[in-house]
Nanobody, 127 residues
Framework: QVQVVESGGGLVQAGGSLRLSCAASGRTFSSYSMAWFRQAPGKEREFVAAITWSGGRTYYANYADLAKGRFTISRDNAKNTMYLQMNSVKPEETAVYYC?????????????????WGQGTQVTVSS
């Protein structure tokens, strides 16, 4: 079993920054990947970014704004912690942000390929 716990959510003004953290514990794997998803009220859970643990390869959702580098995913192997740095946030990015772990290092954008999920952390962006 792997446990993942998110933290760092909260209320932020539009244009501000926030850093989410996801701490992993329990059974560890020599190679796996972790990701951030988000779910806004009334919407499907959507992929934000993923990172492979061993190689540090990163994958981002194909949203135009994300591709411009507003969000950055990273990890600290020594702390078994993953981060999502969110800059220039927008009100439409208000959502519950979830951390997920996949036992395979594939950096998938598909939620169904992730084996372990956290409870989520609320991010609210005020206009």
């Amino acid at each position: 079993q792997v446990q993942v716990v998110e933290s760092g959510g909260g209320l932020v003004q539009a244009g501000g920054s926030l850093r989410l953290s996801c701490a992993a514990s329990g059974r560890t794997f020599s190679s796996y990947s972790m990701a951030w998803f988000r779910q806004a009220p009334g919407k499907e859970r959507e992929f934000v970014a993923a990172i492979t643990w061993s190689g540090g390869r990163t994958y981002y959702a194909n949203y135009a704004d994300l591709a411009k580098g507003r969000f950055t995913i990273s990890r600290d192997n020594a702390k078994n912690t993953m981060y999502l740095q969110m800059n220039s946030v927008k009100p439409e990015e208000t959502a519950v942000y979830y951390c997920a772990a996949d036992i395979l290092p594939r950096g998938s954008r598909t939620r169904y390929e992730y084996d372990y999920w956290g409870q989520g952390t609320q991010v609210t962006v005020s206009s």
